[in-house]
C-alpha cells in the first residue's frame, strides 16, 4: 500500500441522514468536514426525498445495515472525531450507542435532531425517549437548539437564564458537555457548559431566516475543530463564526430555503487552479495530447 508520500489528514466521521438537496445531513457535513481540511466519511441513517422547498418522505435504513456501514468504517479508518445528527427512529439510535460502545472515540459532537425546520419528523418519539435516557451519555457534547433542549428536558425556555437551566439539566441527565444553540431566540447566544463552568457564545444573528443545514454545520465544525486538540470552548467560538460567515454568504440553490456556503473561505482567497497543478517538469498524463 501506498501512501505517495502523503499523510491523511484527519478522519472525521458523519452519522446522519442524506438530503439529496445537499444544505444538511450528510452532504453538507462532508462539505464542512473538508472545508476545515479533513476527510469525511459518512453512514446514512435515512434516505430523505426533500428540496429545497421542504421534506417529502423519509426511508430509514434498516438498523442492521447502518451498523454494517458503522463496523466496516470503523475496522478500516483511524477516526478522530464522530458526529451525529439525524437519527430517524429507536432502532437507528440503539445501532449507534452499540457502535460507540464497542469503540472509544476521543470526540463524539451529537446533534440531537428531532424535526426540521418545516416540521418533518426526523426522529420517532421512542427515539426521543431513548436519545435523552442513553445516547446523550454516549456523547462528549450535545448541541440541541432550543426546541430540542426544550422536548429533551421538558424545561420551556425564554430567556438566556431558561437556556442555561436546560443546559444544567441535560448535564444531570448524564451529558458530559452541552451547547444550546441560541439560532432561534431574539439574540443568537448559545450558552455552553462543560463541566461545571458555564459561558455565553455571542453572536450576531444573521439576517435572513431562510437557511437550512446551520445545526450540522455547526456540529461538524466542532468535530473538525475538536480533533485539531483544540478545547471545546475555542472550538465552539470558531465554528460558530464559520457557520455565521456561511450563512452570511449562502446563495440560493432552488426554489425555497438557502443552504450555507460550507466554501466561503475558498471564495475569499481562491486555491490555485490549472496550469499551476501541471507539474513543471513535463505535461501531466491528463494534459498530455491524444497520439495521432
Ligand atoms: N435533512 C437531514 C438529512 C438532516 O440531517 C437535517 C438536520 O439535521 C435536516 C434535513 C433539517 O435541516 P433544517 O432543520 O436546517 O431544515
Known sequence: MTNNG????????????FDPSCGAGTAADLKTFAAHGCYGVAAVTSLTVQNTQGIETVH???????????????????????????LGNRGNAGAVAEFLDAHKFAHVVFDPVMKSSTGAELLDAAGIKFVATELLKRAS??????????VLTGLTIKDIADMEAAARKLVEMG????????GHMERAVDVLLDGAEIVQLGGERVKTENTHG??????SALAAQLSSGRSLFESATLAKAYVTKAIEKGYPIGKGRVPLDHFYRQRIEPPARGIHEVPQHGLHPAAEPAAH
Not at 446551520?214 to 456540529?219: N, R
Open 214 to 219: 446551520t445545526g450540522c454545520a455547526f456540529a
Open 141 to 150: 457534547v450535545i448541541t440541541p437548539n432550543v426546541p430540542e433542549a426544550e
Open 175 to 182: 451529558a458530559r458537555a452541552v451547547i444550546v444553540k441560541g
Open 6 to 17: 502523503h499523510g491523511a489528514p484527519p478522519i472525521l466521521l458523519t452519522i446522519a441522514g
Open 60 to 86: 430509514n435504513t434498516p438498523s442492521a445495515e447502518l451498523r454494517a456501514q458503522l463496523d466496516a468504517l470503523a475496522k478500516d479508518c483511524d477516526i478522530a472525531a464522530v458526529k451525529i445528527g439525524m
